[in-house]
């Protein structure tokens, strides 16, 4: 079973710092990641920026595909307004048909706010309580859907075909 993280940070660099946390844990096969992206947000900025981490996604990486369609629902809609909105009300739809819901949509926009950054991680095989006390300290306040296995599979097929 998969894990989608999202650790939040109280400074727009304190996701950069977790990345070496987060290589030096799958180094030492305490977690697999599977894909990973940050979101930093500077003070004064109207939107965050997004980075895809290519350097610590594994072989079932999700793609470009999935992370904007993840980060457009979660900071980009609201901006939009109403119109919009509700034409990608189908695909917020989909996207809870596997494991990611409007709570959870919900969740990541009140938290990662401007002056605050994110480390979004799909994993799996985690030992969970190393892997909490390697982030012990760092400020990051941890938000997470979980994913079963059939779910994480119709994620990939999804965002399979829109990479096509």
Known sequence: MATLTVWKFPTAQGADNALNILERLQKEELIQV???????????????????LHNLAGVGALGGSFWGLLFGLIFFVPLLGLAVGAAVGALT??????GIDDDFVRDVR????????????????????????????????????NLSGAQE?????AFAEAEA
């Open 34 to 52: 599977n894909d990973a992206a940050v979101v930093r947000w500077p003070e004064g900025r109207k939107r965050p920026k997004t980075e895809q």
């Open 93 to 98: 739809g989909s996207m809870s048909d596997v």
């Open 110 to 145: 009140e938290k990662v706010t401007p002056g605050t950054s994110a480390l979004f991680a799909l994993t799996s095989h985690a030992v969970t309580d190393k892997v909490l006390e390697a982030f012990r300290g760092t400020d990051a306040e941890l938000v997470h859907t």
């Open 153 to 157: 599979q119709q994620l990939r097929e």
